[in-house]
T-cell receptor
Framework: GAVVSQHPSWVICKSGTSVKIECRSL??????MFWYRQFPKQSLMLMAT?????????EQGVEKDKFLINHASLTLSTLTVTSAHPEDSSFYIC????????????FGQGTRLTVV | KNEVEQSPQNLTAQEGEFITINCSYS?????LHWLQQHPGGGIVSLFM???GKKKHGRLIATINIQEKHSSLHITASHPRDSAVYIC????????FGAGTRLTVKP
């Protein structure tokens, strides 16, 4: 089946620094990727929809200047958490859909971010 | 009210028991997904349904489009089935239920 690779799987950073998370579709072209955030014992919450070659669409309440999303190619989307603060500590996960094959979604492994 | 409601929130079963997790949704969808999230956080897609019923090993998923309801069944449950099971619905994007934390005791 289709594979989505997310990197890194975990990262610890200092407050005020920026962290970049990569999401790659390995064997299909993903014109759209989705970024989610999950707090402990809570469900996944959509942060933004990333479209190749255009600006991301952010959900209400998500700061686009803090969570920078770039989707430069059909197989790569990146999420950069800028000027990270401890409250940004969370589990971030991406998914991609192979629209040529329908609406099935494939998920990355997720990235656990801890800001100290 | 959430667009996707799951029940129960938590479920503890003895090994071998038959398990059912329910999902109701209130929006139009193109497909419904059942996902499995392990303690490390990684998510595996178990099923994608748009109608009827699918079976994979000991897992069975059903959907009733008219009633906007889906169920995930696990037959002969095993401790390795312990995980969080998430129902999600997709149209242009995906919306998730809160998840059902399943613990299967030996």
């Amino acid at each position: 089946g289709a594979v989505v690779s997310q990197h890194p799987s975990w990262v610890i950073c200092k407050s005020g620094t920026s962290v970049k998370i990569e999401c790659r579709s390995l064997d299909f072209q993903a014109t759209t990727m989705f970024w989610y955030r999950q707090f402990p014992k809570q469900s996944l919450m959509l942060m933004a929809t990333s479209n190749e070659g255009s600006k991301a669409t952010y959900e209400q309440g998500v700061e686009k200047d803090k969570f920078l999303i770039n989707h430069a190619s059909l197989t790569l989307s990146t999420l950069t958490v800028t000027s990270a603060h401890p409250e940004d500590s969370s589990f971030y996960i991406c998914s991609a859909r192979d629209f040529s094959g329908g609406t099935e979604a494939f998920f990355g492994q997720g990235t656990r971010l801890t800001v100290v | 009210k959430n667009e996707v409601e799951q029940s129960p929130q938590n479920l503890t079963a003895q090994e071998g028991e038959f398990i059912t997790i329910n999902c109701s949704y209130s929006v139009g969808i193109s497909a419904l997904h059942w996902l499995q999230q392990h303690p490390g956080g990684g998510i595996v897609s178990l099923f994608m349904l748009s109608s009827g019923k699918k079976k994979h090993g000991r897992l069975i998923a059903t959907i009733n489009i008219q009633e906007k309801h889906s169920s995930l069944h696990i037959t002969a449950s095993h401790p390795r089935d312990s995980a969080v099971y998430i129902c999600a619905v997709s149209s242009l994007d995906m919306r998730f239920g809160a998840g059902t934390r399943l613990t299967v005791k030996p």
